[in-house]
């Protein structure tokens, strides 16, 4: 891809596609689970069906909808805003460190290791207003864990992520910092946008005609490591920003909200801390 075409709705949607379909995922689900588990679906919809009085057009417009979904690549954009979720909030079930939130399909593994005070790699005329984010990530005892990395990526001032928008460099707004030995860090960067979801594919589309808006508050995501821990995947939001209390992703928590202010240096700056509950045995 060139550095001077504009985003469209395909163009991230089949970089997130590839990017997942690299991953080649596998589960344990036993045959029974899976049965139990794709009957309860088909029951779901056998009752949706009956309730609305689904037609054949609208049977085949739903086709050509999922159909559509995939040759645009959205079926990574489209299941992380509307059930991924639902999966996060299963998987903390037990758990009493920092609260997670989803992983969107924006993710970029292996991204450039960065010292505990860093700068986010970012353009040189790159817009916004700077951010100092400090903080110390910990275990359910208070101890700072100085094997600790926390991995950062956001959208830019405009709401684009690098690797799944052609106009932005690779490895734009993206980093793993690894913490100091007291598990503590502080990371410059800049504020990001609100993300709209692009309005020019099937995701849009259904949203568009269901009357709803396509909005995620501007967010931090963030993934938290630390040897022998369960890694956390959160984001964080910034208190009285847009769309805080009506995330089409429906991904926002009280506890995940951010409230820079203005330092001795005038530069906004806010400090977030990560507990880990221990790895799973
Ligand atoms: C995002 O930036 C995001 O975080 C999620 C969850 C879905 C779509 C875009
Ligand atoms: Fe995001």
């Not at 939130?101 to 292996?110: C, L, T």
Request: with cysteine; glycine share 10%.
């Amino acid at each position: 891809m060139t550095t001077t075409e504009s985003p469209t709705a395909a163009g991230s949607g089949t970089a997130a596609t590839e990017k997942f379909s690299q991953e080649r995922v596998s589960a344990d689900t036993p045959p029974e689970r899976l049965s139990a588990i794709a009957t309860d679906v088909l029951d779901a919809l056998a009752q949706i069906v009956d309730k609305h009085g689904i037609t054949y057009p609208e049977y085949r417009v739903l086709k050509q909808w999922l159909i559509d979904v995939g040759q645009y690549g959205e079926w990574p954009l489209w299941l992380d805003v509307f059930v991924e979720h639902n999966i996060e909030e299963v998987a903390y079930r037990g758990q009493s460190g920092t609260k997670g939130s989803i992983e969107g399909p924006y993710y970029v593994a292996g991204t450039t290791s960065l010292p505990a005070r860093c700068t986010l790699p970012m353009r040189e005329d790159e817009a916004g207003t700077r951010l100092v984010f400090e903080g110390q990530v910990r275990d359910l005892d208070g101890n700072g864990l100085s094997g600790a990395t926390v991995e950062l990526w956001h959208a830019d001032d405009q709401g684009y992520y690098s690797h799944f928008a052609p106009h932005i460099p690779d490895g734009n707004l993206r980093g793993t910092i690894e913490v100091d030995e007291d598990g503590r860090f502080e990371i410059t960067t800049v504020q990001p946008a609100p993300y709209q979801i692009p309005t020019d594919g099937p995701t849009g589309w259904f949203i568009e005609k269901a009357g709803w808006h396509p909005w995620r508050p501007a967010h931090l995501h963030l993934m938290v490591k630390a040897p022998g821990k369960r890694t956390i995947t959160t984001q964080l939001y910034f208190a009285g920003g847009d769309w805080l209390e009506n995330d089409v992703a429906t991904a926002t928590k009280p506890e995940l909200i951010l409230d820079p202010k203005p330092g001795a240096d005038g530069v906004d700056r806010v400090t977030y801390d990560f507990v880990l509950d221990p790895a799973a045995q």
